[in-house]
């Protein structure tokens, strides 16, 4: 059973940082892209960061270009979203996604206070 579960979220203060992690079962990471996308109340979901398998550069929505990176570990299965520089802005639900495909988690909060 394939499944992508999140963690690290939670409250942090406007220009603190946090670091979002995504474990993958079921399928072997390496052989995959991966996106993190965020939604907050009333927006749609959005992508904010993708690694992609092939060592092509990761690309940012502008938003969070310069201040949040994307990794992948293909060792461990995982995948990583740091954020520096906190906004309130950055406030929202973030989900890891298999890039092109329809595996996502299941979401984690994070809420960057003024």
């Known amino acids: 059973q394939v499944r992508l579960v999140e963690s690290g979220g939670g409250v942090v203060q406007a220009g603190g940082c946090r670091q979002l992690s995504c474990k993958l079962s079921g399928l072997d990471l390496a052989r995959y892209s991966v996106s993190w996308h965020r939604q907050s109340p009333g927006k749609e979901r959005a992508m904010v960061a993708a690694a992609f398998v092939g060592g092509d550069p990761s690309i940012y929505d502008d938003s969070v270009k310069g201040r949040f990176t994307i990794a992948k570990d293909n060792a461990m299965n995982m995948a990583y979203l740091q954020m520096n520089d906190l906004k309130p802005e950055d406030t929202a639900t973030y989900y890891c996604?298999?890039?092109?495909?329809?595996?996502w988690g299941q979401g984690t909060q994070v809420s960057v206070l003024a």
């Open positions: 996604r298999l890039q092109f495909t329809n595996y």
